[in-house]
Nanobody, 124 residues
Framework: QWHVAESGGGMVQPGGSLRLSCVVS????????ILWFRQAPGKEREGVSF????????ACTNGIKGRFAISERAAENTVYLEMDSLKAEDTGVYYC?????????????????WGQGTQVTVSS
């Protein structure tokens, strides 16, 4: 059984940057499906990006392209969500989720292990 924990949220001004971390414990990242998703106030959960394999992450929404990037540090079982050029509409709680099998898509409901979430607020 895995445990997932996010960190790194905070408040930034529009145009600013944040780096979120997701630490997965209980196993390695090998063949692990990981999804970053978010939930804005009053809105449904939205997939951000999912892990297709150790070197490929796929975006779930066009709105993040060119602004968000994912990186991994396998030796530390950690993945990072680097967010640049943040906009007010990026505000929300950001979650990391895991499941067996990479390339598992953008729907959080199909992931078995979720973190507690970390708040991102973009405001002037």
């Amino acid at each position: 059984q895995w445990h997932v924990a996010e960190s790194g949220g905070g408040m930034v001004q529009p145009g600013g940057s944040l780096r979120l971390s997701c630490v997965v414990s209980g196993g390695t990242l090998d063949n692990l499906g990981i999804l970053w998703f978010r939930q804005a106030p009053g809105k449904e959960r939205e997939g951000v990006s999912f892990r297709a394999d150790a070197t490929v992450w796929r975006a779930c929404t066009n709105g993040i392209k060119g602004r968000f990037a994912i990186s991994e540090r396998a030796a530390e079982n950690t993945v990072y969500l680097e967010m640049d050029s943040l906009k007010a509409e990026d505000t929300g709680v950001y979650y990391c989720a895991a499941r067996r099998g990479a390339d598992s898509g953008c729907d959080p409901k199909t992931y078995d292990y979720w973190g507690q979430g970390t708040q991102v607020t973009v405001s002037s």
